[in-house]
């Protein structure tokens, strides 16, 4: 009896609380519902300020394929970002690997270097490595693309600090056992480490697919932008048309908001994961 | 004796196989960090167009700062870093708090919700917030409905108010992102510390102050230190939002600096100079942060 009166209050004394995070919630969910609703209503009734679902989704996708090259922009950014996830969790993880398993001073040294590069700005390179990639016949290419992405400190960290966790004695055994060194990461590491590869794959997909600037510099030919670009060229036109718009955000964000909603758990560890 | 030289064989054998494996990941970042930074300092004391680049010591320098646009681009940019970075880390550690509470229900609901702005692309809410805040935009309609105005006030079009909309945008996207640092340091936190705090009679705020702000500084600094350098670095923002109008009131660092190189006549001396600027700002208040952070008490 007392218990449930005294959870009651509990959950009284919690009534600011709720509110609180009820407006914020709604704050932080509404411009999505509202480029959802957006997508699918025509621009006299956008500018009137209608809030429900309407019945242009149709047209408005009509005319976002008819001007802007839609499934070539998607189809540029699956590749772009998932090379770029793939060379990356590969080359990363091995070095966090080679870094952890095998420290001595001297790599300690050199990954206190390494991480200076996190203070390197992007627009800072962004110049040398346009004309580094436009003499080596880079631009518009998908290399162009995932070269300077695929190595980042943020990323060898994470496995780095993840690869503390993996028992030494594994290591040990399976040296006994006449593996080599790198059957061990391939064979042992890999499988163990599963859930860190999942974390530091939704990171680097969410990070590359939502790129601008720098494929903003060498994606220099109208045909090898991405979605984040053609989004981006919608809203430079002479007429705004708010539905068409807001077809082209709705498409670039369903990859990621799918990524967001079932793996949201590995998400906020991505986040994270360089820093435990 | 056979034993121990092929023991060392064996040593000098792993030795080779853990710089292998690091081998990749630092050429990499050595040649696309590194060495373009190298580069864009070269060349930040040349200046010239096409293949015809002489040296012109530091004479990119002395004109960035009598740059009328690029300081007004320095000054927006510090604007936001200052008025932005505050409001919403401190927003981010009240809602962790809350959310930390043992007794809420529906945190798995409010935690989704807080944090879903992180799943759009910076372009993506940028074009949003410019609709909403578009003359014929959401926010007017609804004022105008509300008859707090009497016409749709032109947001963008105006300074001040262009200033905020990138703000109240940028608090929107990235609070729920720092926010799940702080659950993360929160959760390090045994929840008996809190119990006893409140058997002593510590209130919410005493507790916050006494036990959350102390024992999530490590975080506090991070986070503070990334908002930091992603503020220094809008780009997407700037170029989306409000195209860093009105007549570049609103214009960032990085903006300014992709225009001098690929708008109109590009100048890649002068905007490496420019970008070297920002590396050296970012790095000296790195450096601040990390100092400051170091003072264990």
């Known amino acids: ?276 | 004796m056979e034993q121990k030289k092929k023991g060392m064989t064996l040593i000098a054998k792993q030795k080779a196989a853990g710089w292998a494996f690091l081998t990749p990941a630092t050429l990499m970042i050595a040649v696309m960090s590194f060495y373009p930074m190298i580069r864009a300092f070269i060349l930040s004391l040349q200046t010239g167009k096409g293949a015809n680049y002489r040296f012109t010591g530091f004479s990119n320098y002395a004109r960035m700062f009598q740059d009328r646009v690029f300081l007004r681009s320095v000054g927006n940019t510090f604007f936001y870093l200052a008025i932005q970075v505050p409001i919403m880390l401190v927003l981010a550690i009240l809602l962790a708090q809350l959310l930390n509470n043992r007794d809420l229900r529906f945190k798995g609901l409010f935690r989704t919700c807080v944090f879903l702005p992180c799943a759009t692309s910076l372009v993506s809410y940028a074009i949003i917030f410019r609709f909403l805040f578009a003359q014929d935009g959401l926010v007017n309609n609804a004022l105008v409905k509300l008859g707090l105005l009497d016409q749709g006030f032109n947001f963008l079009g105006t300074a001040w108010s262009a200033k905020m909309v990138i703000i109240i945008a940028l608090v929107w996207r990235w609070t729920g992102y720092n926010m799940v640092f702080y659950l993360a340091g929160l959760q390090n936190i045994e929840y008996s510390v809190y119990e006893a705090a409140k058997i002593d009679g510590a209130n919410g705020w005493k507790t916050f102050w006494g036990i959350t702000v102390p024992l999530l500084k490590p975080t506090i600094i991070m986070t503070f230190i990334m908002s930091i350098n992603g503020t220094l670095q809008l780009f997407d923002e700037s170029v989306n939002l409000t195209n860093g109008g009105p007549a570049n009131a609103t214009i960032t660092m990085s903006h300014y600096i992709y225009n001098t190189c690929f708008l109109r006549a590009p100048n890649f001396g002068y905007g490496s100079a420019m970008a070297f600027f920002v590396f050296i700002i970012v790095a000296i208040l790195a450096f601040i942060n990390l100092k400051v952070g170091d003072t264990r008490d």
């Open chain 1, 1 to 276: 009896m007392t218990e449930k009166k005294n959870k009651s209050m509990i959950q009284r004394r919690l009534i600011p609380t709720y509110i609180f995070l009820t407006i914020f919630s709604i704050i932080s969910v509404f411009p999505f519902l509202w480029m959802i609703s957006a997508a699918t209503n025509n621009y006299i009734d956008i500018s009137k300020g209608r809030l429900m679902p309407g019945a242009f989704a149709a047209e408005n996708f009509r005319n976002l394929v008819s001007q802007q090259p839609l499934a070539r922009a998607m189809t540029n950014s699956f590749v772009y970002a998932i090379s770029v996830t793939i060379i990356c969790l590969f080359i990363c993880s091995l070095a966090g690997y080679g870094f952890e398993v095998y420290h001595d001073k001297w790599k300690d040294k050199l990954f206190s270097i390494l991480l200076l590069a996190m203070m390197v700005p992007q627009v800072a390179t962004m110049i040398p490595l346009f004309q580094m990639f436009s003499k080596a016949k880079l631009l518009n290419t998908t290399i162009g693309f995932f070269l300077p992405m695929i190595s980042t400190p943020f990323m060898i960290m994470m496995f780095r600090q993840n690869a503390r966790a993996f028992p030494i004695d594994i290591i040990e055994a399976a040296r006994i056992d006449g593996l080599n060194e790198i059957q061990i990461f391939f064979r042992m590491f890999f499988p163990t480490m599963r859930s860190t590869y999942a974390a530091a794959a939704v990171i680097t997909f969410m990070n590359s697919w939502n790129a601008y600037l720098w494929p903003k510099v060498i994606m220099t030919d109208g045909k090898s932008l991405n979605m984040v670009m053609l989004i981006a060229n919608t809203i430079g036109g002479y007429k705004i048309d708010y539905g068409m718009i807001m077809m082209g955000v709705l498409f670039c964000s369903i990859p990621t908001m799918i990524v967001f909603f079932v793996l949201q758990k590995q998400f906020a560890e991505g986040i994270t994961g360089a820093v435990k």
